[in-house]
């Protein structure tokens, strides 16, 4: 009979305790992990995901502030800010992109040419930020999309601040302007902090102050519904109390150093011209005038400008977005003759005293190349100061020979010839000065990279290579008048914040000239001064300054725009107008205590004497005399320029505005 197994209770008691403990352990720990997610959920992350929900019931809505006020040297309004219906689409609440675009130009409410422009920022945008698709909505504009507002989800109408420039085109190309935020913005800027902003600088003073303009945005929180329309009407005082909004931070406010009495008679001489002017005080550097005609309405761009008002600026023959002023460059001609004057005195090249036979002709020994001056060169002996006021080309070719083009440029250099003047504002190109190891870089040819001893002598009356700015030009013009003392010119003389508070920027002093005599200075200013007056013989200038009520140092130039054949005489009367040769005319006054130096350039209007020189005297009459026609004395500015108060804060609707009567 096989064993019979009898049941081991105490064993499978022991078993079950094994399994009861590990069961029970196993309970503990997911009973112990589930309350610690419970705290880690309602404790420790309630603030993260309380903000969550609320996201399904609130959305947050940027409120721009507002950019800052832009204001000349006394106060006055250049640039602010004005209120405007702005239309705005969320791509992630519009089902069809496409078609909404489509109706909007049906409705006249988008040009069909801005299409491809609003599809590229709206791809560059994320897919739930407020994109601006058309600024400056007329009162008719905002009834007509109210009427069809239902066929359009994910599109409202806004109240944005937008820019306005009470005086138009004046001080545009040292202004600037502002525009809509393109697809190539939005890849260097911060899109948080231009949520809700439709504009940004462009050029000028608009583009490199941005960062000071602009200002820190806002926010505030908007119950919605489903749809994502505002339902905080709804709610009650309880269920808004717990919305959040914070105010902005508007942009700093910029005061100019531009003189808006002097921009504006600048602007009036030049009118009907292509030209530049520009005026600085030489004892700090602050650009009182800085004038390029043609210039452009600045209000075209901060509306949006269509692509038919742009391809008409573009492609308009006179380049009214040309800044002329820093960025054109043109023979200096005549107006380099102190300069080099000075150069041959400092290097004991030639005495001021020094007479020097001129007859209207100049030959390299050597050569049979004719250097030919105009029929009104002053002919017989001159000396130095009588070749500078009357301009007398032979004398300067012959000086330019003498010196040599390597002492001529180490000499031109440190007055600031082909180099940038560190001006505030972008865009300012360098100019030109010829060296003969330039040349040698500059060209491919063998044969081309000789520097010829011909070249120098063109250098003597600012032609050939030799190129500048009229910013340049105004720049070294405030050298001289300072005795060889140099400041950055600058266009931004201070900021004031928020709070009100006014912060002046100090002037940047640059290296001085050294090695010039006092004696030297003074022989080359006087000489200036005589460009101005007829005494013992008359200057080129001194027509148009005849009976000024002070003493002003200048020097007349022109500026070749070709070359003339050795047999051929320039006729102005028969050359095409384009080519006809540039008028230039730098001064600065009072010559005894120099408080404005300014540079005039028109283009294609021939003698400086005839056509620069009275722009100038205009502008100098401008910023030197009272209303009684004597000249003002010199007051010392106040730190704090009135100015306007700031903007308000910017407001934002989540509807269309109401409608006013």
């Known amino acids: 009979m096989p064993a019979v197994r009898i049941k081991d209770h105490w064993r499978e008691q022991r078993l079950f305790d094994r399994r009861a ?100 920022t709206i791809a560059s945008s994320r897919r739930f930020d407020s994109v601006p698709i058309r600024l400056r909505m007329s009162d008719e504009d905002v009834g007509r999309f109210a009427v069809h507002r239902f066929e359009f989800p994910g599109l409202d109408i806004k109240t944005r601040q937008t820019r306005w420039y009470p005086n138009g085109p004046l001080a545009v190309h040292a202004l600037g302007y502002v525009g809509a935020i393109s697809e190539q913005d939005l890849k260097h800027i ?85 030209g530049a002017v520009v005026a600085l005080d030489p004892s700090n550097g602050d650009i009182l005038a800085l004038v390029s005609l043609p210039g452009f309405d600045p209000t075209l761009f901060a509306r949006g400008i ?41 290097d004991h090249a030639i005495q001021a005293d020094t007479k020097v036979f001129c007859n209207a002709v100049f030959y390299l020994p050597g050569s049979r190349h004719v250097w030919r001056a105009d029929k009104d060169e002053p002919r017989g002996y001159l000396d130095l100061p009588e070749a500078i006021s009357r301009s007398s ?4 070719y012959r000086l330019a020979s003498t010196l040599g083009i390597d002492r001529m440029a180490a000499f031109l250099g440190p007055f600031g010839y082909g180099q940038p003047t560190g001006i505030d504002i972008g865009g300012e190109k360098p100019g030109l000065l010829p060296t003969p190891e330039w040349k040698r870089k500059a060209f491919k040819r063998p044969e081309d990279k000789t520097w010829f001893p011909g070249e120098t002598v063109n250098m003597g009356i600012g032609q050939g290579y030799l190129l500048v700015t009229p910013l340049q030009l105004a720049h070294i013009t405030g050298i001289l008048a300072e005795r060889g003392r140099s400041f950055r010119p600058r266009v931004v003389k201070g900021t004031r914040d928020a709070a009100g508070h006014v912060h ?152 269309p505005p109401r409608p006013q009567a």
């Not at 720990?29 to 929900?53: F, M, N």
């Not at 709610?235 to 959040?244: F, H, I, P, Q």
Request: hydrophobic share 45%; charged share 20%; with cysteine.
């Open 21 to 120: 403990i590990v069961s029970a352990a196993l309970i503990g720990l997911a009973t112990a992990g589930l309350i610690a997610r419970l705290v880690l959920l309602q404790v420790v992350h309630h603030d993260y995901y309380a903000e969550l929900s609320q996201g399904n019931r609130v959305r947050t809505e940027p409120i721009p502030a507002a950019r800052g006020l832009i204001v000349d040297r006394s106060g006055e309004l250049i640039a602010g800010s004005q209120p405007a219906y702005q239309l705005e689409l969320v791509p992630e609440e519009v089902p069809n992109l496409q078609a909404t675009l489509a109706a909007l130009v049906q409705l006249d409410l988008i040009r069909p040419e801005d299409i491809n422009e609003i599809e590229r």
């Open 190 to 274: 911060d899109r948080a902090a231009y949520a809700g902003t439709a504009l940004i600088g462009k050029l000028g003073v608009e583009s490199t102050f941005e960062h000071e303009l602009h200002g820190t945005n806002g926010f505030r929180e908007v119950l919605v519904n489903a749809q994502g329309r505002s339902v905080e009407r709804q709610g009650g005082a309880l269920m808004n109390a717990s919305l959040r909004t914070k105010p902005p931070t508007a942009g700093d406010d910029l005061v100019l150093s531009i003189d808006l009495k002097v921009q504006r008679a600048a602007e009036d001489a030049l009118a009907g011209h292509r």
């Open 306 to 346: 269509s692509g038919t008002e742009y391809g008409e600026l573009q492609n308009d023959i006179d380049r009214p977005l040309f800044n002329r002023a820093l960025r054109g460059t043109y023979p200096s001609g005549s107006t380099i003759k102190p300069v080099l004057g000075l150069a041959a005195l400092t």
């Open 393 to 396: 080309d032979v004398y300067f």
């Open 504 to 655: 002046s920027l100090a002037p940047v002093e640059g290296a001085p000239i050294r090695g010039v005599s006092d004696i030297d200075w003074t022989v080359v200013i006087d000489a200036m001064i005589g460009t101005t007056h007829c005494a013992r013989y008359c200057g080129t200038a001194w027509v148009a300054f005849k009976g000024a009520a002070y003493q002003a140092a200048g020097k007349t130039g022109t500026a070749q725009v070709y070359s003339v054949a050795q047999n051929a005489k320039y006729n102005a009367k028969t050359v095409p107008e384009r080519l006809r040769d540039h008028a230039w005319f730098i001064a600065f006054a009072p010559a005894e205590a120099p408080r404005i130096a300014v540079a005039v350039l028109v283009e294609n209007a021939g003698f400086g004497s005839m056509n620069a020189a009275p722009v100038a005297r205009k502008v100098l009459d401008t910023y030197l005399l009272g209303p009684d026609g004597k000249v003002k004395p010199p007051t010392l500015e106040a730190a704090a320029p009135s100015l306007p108060a700031p903007a308000a804060p910017e407001a934002s609707t989540t509807g």
